[in-house]
């Protein structure tokens, strides 16, 4: 018998899992595949993490508390996770982006400089804009290394106690008296509290709740840059860009190559089961348009490019709720393409959801009855 099981151990079943080990709860954790698999959405090199949140300024207070968790984790693991290097969030002053980002900005107080076109390129010269375009530089941004930060949440987790099982794929999971049934491809299991955090397999895994998720395939591309140094950590910083091409993101130089993505790439729905892992000239021709476009320094050779899954809700904020039926069985899908900078505060939610029964966190924003 444990107090928790949480069933998926992407960043947000880690950072759950840790929260509890280290508060003593007797936990186990599930997962279907290997340690450091690339099937789900917590693989890929990095994730930004930024403070002015252009999708809805509420998300500011949790990134806030994101923040101060990263660099405890951080202190705990004895390595760096959380890179800071600024963030430019680029694009025409009425479009999503720069308007939510000032927003926020405002509201919350978060340190700010608003640049022209023209002052942004002379700040990072590697940039190319038009003239109408303006930037929102926060000091604050930066990026989260993804795979270093998953295996850090779990070798704490072990380190405080955890049980963690790789290779074994959860079945089903039923509520009993107040309790949690757990059925793997091995065992069945009891809790007094089951955390579902599944990724893109979270509908799959738990029909009845038909929760409205969608899944959608994503592609990243790393390019070979011609003007290697103005891409260097230190001289170019994580970016946001919405143009005619849409909403890419990207990365300042790793081993790898310059990480440019488009958010949502071609929003194609897809079964996390059998959709196409391979990548295209179509899936590098969505990306390189906006590296043509506004970083041409960047516009090298594809050297590596790979796919990683979304998990949509249809207003693109998360779930974090107890099952309305099933009080013992929470249910965390915290993605729509912006969750990882959240899993540790998310994993502190679940962690008081799962033992104190609330949370200290305002969550309203994110329950399964929004969508009845
Ligand atoms: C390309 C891309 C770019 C992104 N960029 C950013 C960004 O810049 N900033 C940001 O904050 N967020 C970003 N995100 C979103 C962020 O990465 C996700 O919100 C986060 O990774 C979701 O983590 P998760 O643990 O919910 O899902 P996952 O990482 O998919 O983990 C779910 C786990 O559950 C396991 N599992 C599933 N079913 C079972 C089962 N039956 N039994 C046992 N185990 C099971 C899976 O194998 C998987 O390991 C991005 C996502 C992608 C794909």
Redesign the pocket.
């Known amino acids: 018998m444990y107090d928790v099981v949480v ?7 880690s950072a759950a899992l840790h929260h509890l080990a280290r508060r003593g709860c007797r936990v186990l954790g ?4 290997a340690e450091g ?1 690339d ?4 693989h ?1 090199e990095s ?3 930024r403070l002015a949140y252009f999708e809805h300024p509420s998300y500011v207070p949790l990134v806030r508390r994101s923040y101060e968790l990263w660099r405890e984790l951080e202190h705990e693991a004895g390595r760096r996770l959380l890179h800071v290097t600024g963030i430019a969030e680029i694009g025409p002053p009425d479009g999503t982006l720069v308007a939510g980002t000032l927003a926020a900005a405002r509201l919350h107080d978060i340190p700010h400089d608003v640049l022209t076109a023209s002052a942004l390129m002379q700040r990072y010269p590697a940039f190319w804009l038009p003239p109408h375009f303006v930037g929102v530089v926060q000091p604050d941004g930066g990026f989260l290394k993804a795979e270093a930060s998953v295996q850090a949440l779990l070798a704490l987790a072990r380190k405080h106690g955890a049980e963690i099982r790789f290779g ?3 079945r089903a999971i039923e509520a009993t008296n107040d309790k949690a049934r757990i059925v793997t491809d091995r065992a069945t299991i009891d809790a007094g509290a089951a955390i579902v ?5 979270m509908s799959s ?1 738990l029909p009845k709740a038909a929760l409205p998720l969608r899944v959608t395939r ?1 592609v ?1 591309g790393w390019f070979a840059p011609k003007a290697p140094a103005s891409f260097a950590p230190g001289h170019f910083p994580v970016f946001l860009i919405e143009s005619a091409h849409g909403i890419h ?1 990207g990365f300042p130089l790793s081993r790898e190559g310059v990480k440019v ?1 488009k958010h949502h790439h071609a929003d194609q729905t897809v079964d996390p089961e059998s959709y196409d892992r391979s990548v295209s000239a179509h899936d590098e021709a969505l990306i390189r348009a906006a590296v043509a476009e506004h970083l041409p320094a960047a516009n090298g050779p594809l050297v590596e490019a790979k796919t ?3 998990t949509v809700a249809p207003d693109s904020d998360f779930i974090v709720d107890r099952l309305p039926d099933a009080a013992s069985i929470l249910v ?4 729509s ?6 899993a540790p505060v998310i994993g502190e939610i679940l962690a008081d959801l799962a033992t104190a029964r609330s949370a200290k966190h305002d969550i309203s924003r994110f329950g399964i009855p929004r969508f009845r």
């Open positions: 069933c998926g151990l992407g960043i947000m079943g599930l997962e279907r595949f698999h099937r789900g959405s917590s890929g994730r930004i993490i074994e794929c959860v955090a599944a990724g893109p397999w895994l994503q990243m993101y993505a990683c899954l979304y965390a899908s915290a993605c393409g912006h969750g990882f900078k959240f």
